[in-house]
């Protein structure tokens, strides 16, 4: 079980529901320590000033903040405290909303709030739960943790209320402060035939079919590099140009959908990037990992024009 990270009521209008907050992710990462390559000692992370090139302890530490023009204003602990948010022990639903008015792009960290274990708290818990359920609404809320102030999203998942704290409206770039703006105006056929390989490619979104296949890899060199074996280090691969003929590239799509599905659309994906004059241009190390790839057997002793001819073929 995890911890709780904080704990009070969840405030729906004259009603108060004691709930703890608990992280609803877990962090699978693969982490690693900072060495010293020649003697794998740690690497400690010290504070020192620039100015004296000497080490500053944690209690000579000041906060300033840096204008525009260089000036640096320098504030004191009790100064910054006086821009805390007033600390309390509520999560305060302001407004109920539909789930599609809210764009993905302003969700930030997921929890869980868990009833306390009294009867009253449970009961109170589940009846919040039931009814915004059926309403299907989302509450916007707002809450203090630690020192700071969050905009959060409360819903239902299942048995459970799932609180999501949000990023502020300003924090989130627009497309024209990108500069996507101004783009032409998609032609009807393509847009046609883009829509027909979007449904084709539709299924039920299941989150348990889609593994971290990164931290498979990495987990696998670490135990290849445990076991003493060589490790392959791939070329960095080239960027894929955008296709002349659009119309036919969405064509040749779906045709390769209809007849074999996705397997058969990325299959010839792979084919395309193998063809004879884009492989030439590739140095053999390269060539050898794609072979490794496509698992072609005797590649180790192939020269280059020979694993070209056998890639081409696969």
């Not at 140009?241 to 390769?256: C, F, N, R, T, Y």
């Amino acid at each position: 079980m995890p911890r709780p990270i904080w704990s009070g009521s969840l405030s729906f209008g004259l009603v108060n529901v004691p709930v703890k907050l608990m992280s609803a992710t877990r962090d699978l990462g693969v982490h690693f320590n900072q060495l010293h390559e020649k003697d794998n000692a740690r690497i400690e992370v010290r504070r020192v000033c620039t100015a004296e090139n000497e080490e500053v302890p944690w209690e000579e530490v000041a906060r300033g903040y840096e204008l525009e023009s260089g000036e640096v204003i320098m504030l004191t602990d009790e100064e910054l405290e006086a821009a805390d948010p007033k600390k309390t022990r509520t999560i305060d639903i302001e407004a109920f909303v539909d789930l599609e008015e809210i764009d993905p792009i302003f969700y930030d960290h997921p929890y869980y709030l868990v009833p306390d274990a009294n009867e009253a708290a449970v009961r109170a818990y589940h009846l919040l739960r039931t009814v915004m359920e059926r309403s299907e609404q989302v509450a916007i809320a707002r809450f203090v943790l630690r020192t700071k102030e969050y905009l959060v999203a409360v819903r239902t998942r299942g048995d459970a209320i799932t609180l999501t704290t949000m990023l502020f409206h300003d924090e989130v770039r627009s497309p024209e402060d990108i500069g996507i703006d101004g783009l032409p105006t998609a032609k009807k056929a393509e847009v046609d035939q883009a829509v027909t390989l979007v449904k084709s490619l539709q299924r039920d979104f299941d989150p348990a079919n889609y593994d971290d296949e990164h931290r498979k890899r990495l987990l696998a060199i670490i135990d290849k590099k445990r076991k003493g074996q060589e490790i392959e280090i791939p070329e960095e691969p080239e960027t894929p140009k955008a296709v002349p003929d659009l119309m036919a590239a969405l064509e040749a799509s779906i045709q390769k959908m209809k007849s074999g599905g996705r397997k058969a659309l990325a299959a010839d994906a792979a084919v395309e990037q193998n063809d004879a004059a884009t492989l030439k241009r590739l140095p053999k190390k390269d060539l050898l990992a794609r072979a490794k790839e496509a698992d072609i057997e005797g590649r180790s002793q192939m020269s280059k024009d020979e694993l070209v001819e056998a890639l081409t073929s696969v």
